[in-house]
Nanobody, 125 residues
């Protein structure tokens, strides 16, 4: 069982930046593709970004391309989401997810096996 622990959420102003972290308990973390998703009140969970087990492939949702960057440090069992040029519409609970795979990192939420509890990001205008 993989435990995922997100941190780094909080309040930011529009145009500002935040960096989210997701630490994994699993010692074989490097075998996992990782993803970030978000869910705003009354909306469906939305794909934000994903990264392959070795960091060689990454994908982004259209709404965050060019503003957000996903990265990982396998030595620290941690994946990051650097969020720049934040907008009020980025306000949501952000979740990290994990899937053991050496193939391309999924962009569909239902393909992930493990989820964190989420961290709130609020962007004020």
């Amino acid at each position: 069982q993989v435990q995922l622990d997100e941190s780094g959420g909080g309040l930011a102003q529009a145009g500002g930046s935040l960096r989210l972290s997701c630490a994994a308990s699993e010692r074989t973390y490097s075998w996992y593709a990782m993803g970030w998703f978000r869910q705003a009140p009354g909306k469906e969970r939305e794909f934000v970004a994903s990264i392959s087990w070795n960091g060689g492939n990454s994908y982004y949702g259209d709404s965050v391309k060019g503003r957000f960057t996903i990265s990982r440090d396998n030595a620290k069992n941690t994946v990051y989401l650097q969020m720049n040029s934040l907008k009020p519409e980025d306000t949501a609970v952000y979740y990290c997810a994990a899937k053991p795979t050496f193939t391309h990192p999924p962009i569909a939420a239902n393909e992930y096996d493990y989820w964190g509890q989420g961290t709130q990001v609020t962007v004020s205008s």
